[in-house]
C-alpha cells in the first residue's frame, strides 16, 4: 500500500462522489450478509471507515484495519460521534505483517487493485479468516487503462481473482460485477465487483 499517499488523502477522502459511491458498495456487501447478527466482521484497507461503519447495525462487531493512522483517525472521530460500541479500530498492513487477529467476515473494498502482491495478501486473509468464513471483496473491473496509472498496481480479471483465491485455499468463489459508473476513477468510467469467497 502507498501509506505516504493515503496518509496525505485522509482529510479530505471523504468527498460527496466517495460517501455515494460507498454506500453503493455498502448495500452490495449488506446483501450478502442477512443474518449476520452473531459475526464479527473486519474491514482491511478501511479508510475512513465509509463502507465498515454501514455494517454497524447488521453484525455483533466491526474491526476497521488500514495501513494509514490518519485515516483511521479519522474513523475514530465518526465512531466517537457516533457512539458506536461495537467498532474497534487497528493499524496494521497486512503486506508487512499480520497481527493476531479473527473474523468471521473480511470486507475488503477497492483495496486489491493496490496490492503488489495480491496472492500473499489473499493468504494473510485466509489466516485471519475463522473456519466457515467469507471473503467479500469490491474492486474494479479488469481495465489496462486503468492500469497505466501511478497509485494502481493491476486490475484483476474475474478468472485471475479466481485462480489467486483457489490459489490461497478459499473455495465457492463466485464473481458479480453489480455497478457501473461514469467518473468512478480519475474521472474514467469503471465497473465494480463483488467476488464472495469461503474458507471451508
Do not use: W
Amino acid at each position: 500500500m502507498e501509506d505516504n499517499i493515503f496518509d496525505e488523502m485522509a482529510e479530505r477522502f471523504d468527498t460527496p462522489e466517495q460517501i455515494e459511491l460507498s454506500e453503493i458498495i455498502g448495500e452490495e456487501i449488506k446483501k450478502k450478509l442477512p443474518d449476520a447478527g452473531s459475526k464479527d466482521v473486519l474491514e482491511y484497507g478501511a479508510s475512513t471507515g465509509l463502507v465498515g461503519l454501514q455494517l454497524t447495525g447488521k453484525v455483533r462487531s466491526v474491526q476497521l484495519v488500514d495501513s494509514s493512522e490518519p485515516m483511521l483517525h479519522m474513523a475514530r472521530e465518526k465512531i466517537s460521534r457516533r457512539s458506536l460500541s461495537n467498532v474497534r479500530v487497528q493499524h496494521a498492513d497486512f503486506t508487512k505483517e499480520t497481527p493476531e487477529l479473527e473474523a468471521d467476515v473480511i470486507v475488503m473494498s477497492l483495496v486489491l487493485h493496490h496490492i503488489h502482491d495480491a496472492a500473499d495478501l489473499l493468504r494473510q486473509l485466509f489466516r485471519v479468516l475463522r473456519q466457515g468464513g467469507r471473503l467479500l471483496i469490491v474492486d474494479f473491473d479488469k481495465d489496462e487503462t486503468m492500469d497505466q496509472h501511478d497509485h494502481i498496481h493491476k486490475t484483476l480479471s474475474h478468472d485471475e481473482l479466481t485462480a489467486l483465491l483457489t490459489e490461497a485455499g478459499f473455495s465457492s468463489t463466485n464473481i458479480r460485477t453489480f455497478h457501473h459508473g461514469k467518473g468512478l476513477f480519475n474521472e474514467q468510467d469503471a465497473s465494480l465487483f463483488l467476488a464472495d469467497s469461503v474458507k471451508e
